[in-house]
T-cell receptor, first 111, second 114 residues
């Protein structure tokens, strides 16, 4: 079935540095979603991208959907300790029903 | 704010015993997912319901796992018999319209099999 792959698996940054995580799919996606999971918490929806080449911003977070709708990225500018957590991308399975998650990128921010 | 309710939050069981988890999705959400998350990994879909019907259970170990959503509202996931490798977080999520809308997750049930 369709899988979404994420890199890197881990990222450790100093507070104030930028951070980027990438998501790639072997098939074209109708949409891609991003979630954040704080340590000990559950995944929380951040955003959904639908259009080819779409770029959306949420304060210091910038989300992009590739032109071919096979890849996506999340960029955080000037990280803060509150950004700590694991960031997951998720896309529809080939069936169109199931929502498949990548393995996530764990972000650690040290002050 | 509406939430997905799950119980219990924590469960410790001995291997070979039966265990069950309950989930009550957000009212009006037709789609309900059960995911398993092993520490350090992403959620892995076990089963997905659309109303009361199973639409994807391809990753559900059917020899020991079962799931139902009889009235298309709340759902139960059962494991019998539990194995040591089943220790994980079991997350329930719901959404309005399957994979094209955001999923809302419950707090999860942390299962430890000893």
């Amino acid at each position: 079935g369709q899988q979404v792959m994420q890199i890197p698996q881990y990222q450790h940054v100093q507070e104030g540095e930028d951070f980027t995580t990438y998501c790639n799919s072997s098939t074209t996606l109708s949409n891609i979603q991003w979630y954040k999971q704080r340590p000990g918490g559950h995944p929380v929806f951040l955003i959904q991208l639908v259009k080819s080449g779409e770029v959306k911003k949420q304060k210091r977070l910038t989300f992009q959907f590739g032109e071919a709708k096979k890849n996506s990225s999340l960029h955080i500018t000037a990280t803060q300790t509150t950004d700590v957590g694991t960031y997951f991308c998720a896309g529809p399975a080939s069936s169109g029903y199931a929502l498949n998650f990548g393995k996530g990128t764990s972000l650690l921010v040290t002050p | 704010e509406a939430e997905v309710a799950q119980s219990p939050r924590y469960k410790i069981t001995e291997k070979s015993q039966a265990v069950a988890f309950w989930c009550d999705p957000i009212s009006g959400h037709a789609t309900l997912y059960w995911y398993r998350q092993i520490l350090g990994q992403g959620p892995e879909l076990l089963v997905q319901f659309q109303d009361e019907s199973v639409v994807d259970d391809s990753q559900l170990p059917k020899d020991r796992f079962s799931a139902e959503r009889l009235k298309g509202v709340d759902s139960t996931l059962k494991i019998q018999p539990a194995e040591l490798g089943d220790s994980a977080m079991y997350l329930c999520a719901s959404s309005l319209r399957a994979a094209n809308t955001e999923a809302f997750f419950g707090q999860g049930t942390r299962l430890t099999v000893v």
